[in-house]
C-alpha cells in the first residue's frame, strides 16, 4: 500500500497517536539525539542524521524486571509469594527508524525467536510499529550498510518506510501493523502517484552510492576467521581498547544479558529480578564460579566480539550480527574501526 503523506500533516499524524499510544521519536539533546516518548506532536520533525542511541532498547530495555518476591509469615511457617511483572499492554509506535535500525529488529527475532521464544520481549515487540525513514544521505561517514547485506532503504524489521521527497513523504505500509497505523488517520494519507513512486526510487538508488566506506569481499572473513582463533593478531588490534563497552552498547544488535536477584531487605526477604544488559567487554562477563574465565584478556574479549558478528551468527542464522551502522567506529574514544579490523582479517595471511 504506497501512499503520500504531506509535512504538514505530520504532526496531526502524531497528534492522533499520542492518545493511544506511547510515541517515541528522536529529539534533540544539545547536538545529540536520541529516543524520546513524545507528548507533543509538535516537537517532532525527521530531520536529523541519525541517534547516538539506537531505539533497541525500546523493546529491549537496558534494564527489566521479570519478578517481585518477598516472604511472609503465616501462622505456621514463612512463604514466598512471587509475582511476575509483565510489559504493559500499550501499543508503542516509533518514528524515524533508520534502515540499518531496523533491520537490528529483524536479527534480534532470530536471537529472542525459534525454538525458545522470549515472552518479554515478543510482548514489547508486538505491540511496537516501527516507522522507519530511509537514509537520502549516508547519515554517519562510517556508515557501511551495504557491505553487510543492508541499504539506505532496506525494509527489513519494519512496518512502515517513509522516503523524503521535500514537502512531503513516501509512505510505503510494509504490515498489517503499518496498516493499521496509517488507518488512525487514514484521510491524511492520499493515495501515491507513479511520479512519487519513480521519485522516491532515485533516492534510495543515489544514496547508496554515497556511501563512502565499504567493505569488499567481505564473504571471505567468517572462514579467515576460523583459522585465526589463536593468532597475535588480536592482541595487536585491542592494545588501545578501553573495555569501556561502547561498541557494544550502542550496538542495535548487541544482545547478551545478565539476571540478577536485587534483594531490598533481608528480614522479611524482599527484592526482585532483574535483567540488564552485559557486555562481552566487561572482564567478568564470562567469569566461571570456579573463578576460571575463558577469556581473560582484552585480545579475547575483542575476538569474541568479532567472532559473534561474523562468524557464530552467520553459521547459525546465515547473516552477519551487524546493520552496518558505524556508531562503533564513530564513538569508540580510542578509535578502533571495526571497517579496519575486518579488511585486515579478510587479508589475513594473503
Request: hydrophobic share 30%; charged share 25%; glycine share 6%.
Amino acid at each position: 500500500m504506497d501512499k503520500i503523506l504531506a509535512k504538514k500533516d505530520f504532526p496531526q499524524w502524531l497528534k492522533k497517536l499520542v492518545g493511544s499510544h506511547t510515541v517515541y521519536a528522536p529529539l534533540p539533546e544539545g547536538d545529540i539525539w536520541n529516543y524520546k516518548v513524545v507528548s507533543d506532536s509538535a516537537d517532532v520533525n525527521l530531520d536529523f542524521l541519525t541517534t547516538t542511541v539506537p531505539p533497541k532498547g525500546i523493546i529491549f530495555p537496558q534494564r527489566e524486571v521479570f519478578l517481585e518476591f518477598q516472604t511472609s509469615s503465616g501462622e505456621k511457617d514463612e512463604t514466598i509469594e512471587v509475582k511476575e511483572v509483565l510489559p504493559e499492554d500499550r501499543p508503542v509506535a516509533v518514528f524515524g527508524v533508520r534502515p540499518c535500525d531496523g533491520k537490528s529488529f529483524f536479527l534480534q527475532d532470530k536471537v529472542f525467536g525459534g525454538d525458545f521464544e522470549d515472552p518479554y520481549y515478543w510482548k514489547r515487540r508486538n505491540l511496537t510499529t516501527l516507522v522507519g525513514l530511509a537514509c537520502s544521505t549516508p547519515p554517519s561517514p562510517n556508515c557501511f550498510c551495504t557491505s553487510v547485506g543492508g541499504s539506505p532503504h532496506s525494509k527489513e524489521g519494519l512496518d512502515i518506510l517513509l522516503t523524503d521527497l521535500g514537502d512531503h513523504y513516501f509512505v510505503e505500509s510494509l504490515t498489517p501493523k503499518g496498516d493499521k497505523l496509517i488507518g488512525e488517520a487514514k484521510t491524511l494519507f492520499p493515495q501515491a502517484k507513479p511520479k512519487d513512486k519513480k521519485e522516491a526510487a532515485g533516492i534510495h538508488a543515489e544514496a547508496a552510492k554515497k556511501l563512502s566506506r565499504q567493505i569488499k569481499n567481505l564473504d571471505k572473513v567468517p572462514d579467515k576467521l576460523k583459522g585465526m582463533f589463536d593468532s597475535p593478531f588480536w592482541d595487536e588490534e585491542a592494545m588501545s581498547c578501553l573495555r569501556c563497552g561502547i561498541c557494544t552498547y550502542l550496538c542495535p544488535t548487541c544482545h547478551c544479558f545478565d539476571l540478577n536477584d536485587e534483594v531490598a531487605s533481608s528480614s522479611p526477604l524482599k527484592g526482585k529480578r532483574v535483567r540488564t544488559w552485559d557486555t562481552c567487554q566487561f572482564p567478568d562477563y564470562s567469569m566461571h564460579s570456579s573463578g576460571h574465565n575463558p577469556r581473560p584478556n582484552k585480545a579475547s574479549r575483542l575476538r569474541q566480539r568479532m567472532y559473534h558478528k561474523f562468524r557464530y551468527f552467520v553459521d547459525i542464522h546465515k547473516n552477519y550480527q551487524c546493520t552496518g551502522c558505524g556508531r562503533c567506529v564513530s564513538l569508540c574514544p580510542v578509535g578502533i574501526d571495526i571497517i579496519k579490523v575486518l579488511e585486515k582479517v579478510r587479508d589475513y595471511g594473503s
